[in-house]
């Protein structure tokens, strides 16, 4: 079924211990989609990603990928289904080289990227391939190499968690223009973005959070014609 989602998360919950996060958040993403998570800090964000790739404390619900239900999958098995997160913090290993953080996460599904052809999205990387351990790179350096590790794995959906945070403006339009061609090149991308301008530039659709819970959405077309309320919701 080709209208169907790719991914659709219904009714999820999820806790850290006994702190209850997530109350029940719904939203879906459709083959080709960028779709943007909004939200202010604590809002439950990142919880929602944790929550799809099964790294949270406990969660209740539903998850279906491309179908099939992941909620009760471990997360080592829902990484093979083709579901890549590469989170805020990056998760490069700084004691290894550009190349090695490349090669180490394992293919999951044919049709991933050669890292030659990781080198066409990210020429400074191929710069760095051999010499430079993981945190000797600037910072947006290291969001390439976090992006470009997850291209390798044949993933076909990519959760991607601020990707944007605490970079220069230069490299966020290059973060941008990359996620634009990643779209391009047929990837399905869910975004965490505190910063609507930037989203703006890549999203197709958004989805705003609060308190663990969607309480609006919009389209990109609907976006202007929303944006003091954003504002209220974003609190900028
Ligand atoms: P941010 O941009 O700050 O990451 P967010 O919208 O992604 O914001 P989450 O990180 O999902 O928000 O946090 C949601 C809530 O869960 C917050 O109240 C946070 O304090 C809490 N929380 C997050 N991680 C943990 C954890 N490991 N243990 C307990 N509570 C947590």
Redesign the pocket.
């Known amino acids: 079924d080709r209208t169907a989602p790719l991914l659709q998360v219904k009714d999820l919950q999820a806790w ?2 006994e ?1 209850h ?1 997530l109350h029940g958040v719904s939203f879906d993403v459709r083959e080709g989609e960028v779709v943007t998570l909004l ?10 990603m944790k929550s799809i790739m099964g790294i949270v404390g406990q969660r209740a619900g539903s998850v279906q990928f491309e179908g099939q239900e992941l909620i009760d999958k471990a997360s080592n098995q829902i990484a093979r289904t083709g579901i890549a997160f590469c989170p ?1 913090e990056r998760g490069i290993f700084a004691s290894l080289s550009v190349e090695e953080n490349l090669t180490l996460p394992p293919v999951v599904r044919p049709g991933g990227l050669s890292l030659e052809q990781i080198f066409e999205l990210f020429p400074n990387l191929k710069e760095r391939l051999g010499s430079s351990q993981g945190t000797k790179l600037s910072g947006g350096e290291q969001q390439m190499l976090a992006i470009g590790r997850i291209l390798r794995t044949g993933a076909r959906l990519l959760l991607l968690d ?1 990707p944007t945070e605490g970079l220069a403006p230069v490299i966020i339009q290059q973060i941008g223009k990359t996620i634009r061609a990643l779209k391009q090149q047929g990837f399905t991308i869910l975004l ?1 973005e ?1 910063n609507f301008r930037f989203a703006s530039t890549v999203a197709d659709r958004y989805y705003v ?1 609060e308190h ?1 819970r969607v309480i609006d959405k919009f389209s990109n077309a609907e976006l202007e014609a929303n944006v003091d309320k954003l504002h209220e919701y974003l609190g900028v």
């Not at 939200?39 to 929602?48: D, E, H, I």
């Open positions: 850290y211990g702190s996060i939200g202010r800090n604590g809002a439950g964000k990142t919880t929602t805020e601020e965490v505190q959070m663990g």
